[in-house]
C-alpha cells in the first residue's frame, strides 16, 4: 500500500503542473491572467450549471469528468492561444502529453485517454457543450476586462467570430448573445473592425 500511496501523490503533483499553465485570458476584473487549472475547474462548474438548464439531458458526471481533463495535455504542450496560427496541430503535442500521464502508475482513471480523445473530438452531446462553453468563459472574461487581452494581442471582430462560428448551430442562444457582446467591443473600442 506505500507504494500505491507514493504513486498516487507524484500522479498528483504531476496533474497539479496544469496550475502552472499559465493562459491569455484574465480573470474577472482583469487582476491577472488564469491558469489552465484553473479554467478547467470554471469549465466544470459552468457545464454542470448551464446543463442543468438546458432542455437537454446530458450526463452531468461525464460532463464534468470532460471538463476537468480537457486542457491536462497542455502539462507539456503549454496554452496554445485560440488565435495562434499553429492552433490546429496542438492537440498532436496534447494528445502525447496526455497519453504519457495516463501511463503514470498513479493514475488509476483508465477512461482518461478516451475522454480526453472524446472532448477533442466532439463525439458526443457532452463534448459537444464543453467545448461550447469552453469558447464562452475566455470570451465573457475578455468582455469583464473590457477586451484587455484582445487590446494586447490586437484582436479583430472577425476573428472572434470566426473561432466562436460553430456555436450558432449548436446552441443559437448563445451564439446571439455573442455577437451583441462582439458588436458592443468594437464600440468599446476593445476589438478592431
Not at 53 to 74: N, R, S
Not at 78 to 94: C, K, L, P, Q, W
Not at 96 to 103: D, G, L, N, P, T
Not at 167 to 177: F, G, H, R
Request: net charge negative; aromatic share 8%.
Amino acid at each position: 500500500m506505500p507504494n500505491e500511496i507514493e504513486n498516487i501523490t507524484e500522479f498528483l503533483f504531476e496533474i497539479d503542473k496544469l496550475k502552472g499553465v499559465t493562459r491569455r485570458t484574465y480573470i474577472k476584473g482583469g487582476k491577472r491572467l488564469e491558469n489552465s487549472a484553473e479554467h478547467s475547474w470554471h469549465l466544470a462548474m459552468a457545464c454542470w450549471l448551464i446543463a442543468e438548464q438546458l432542455p437537454h439531458e446530458y450526463d452531468v458526471l461525464k460532463l464534468i469528468k470532460l471538463a476537468l481533463i480537457h486542457d491536462l495535455g497542455e502539462i507539456d504542450a503549454g496554452d496554445t492561444f485560440i488565435y495562434s496560427e499553429n492552433r490546429d496541430v496542438a492537440h498532436n503535442a496534447e494528445r502525447q502529453c496526455v497519453k504519457r500521464i495516463a501511463a503514470h502508475p498513479g493514475n488509476s482513471v483508465a477512461e482518461l485517454p478516451d475522454l480526453w480523445e472524446e472532448q477533442e473530438t466532439g463525439r458526443s452531446k457532452e463534448a459537444g457543450l464543453v467545448k461550447i462553453i469552453d469558447r464562452l468563459l475566455p470570451f465573457m472574461l475578455n468582455i469583464r476586462s473590457e477586451g484587455r487581452s484582445w487590446k494586447e494581442h490586437g484582436i479583430h471582430k472577425d476573428q472572434v467570430l470566426s473561432v466562436h462560428q460553430f456555436i450558432e448551430k449548436e446552441s443559437p442562444e448563445i451564439y446571439n448573445w455573442i455577437v451583441n457582446k462582439v458588436d458592443y467591443a468594437v464600440g468599446q473600442g476593445w476589438l478592431k473592425a
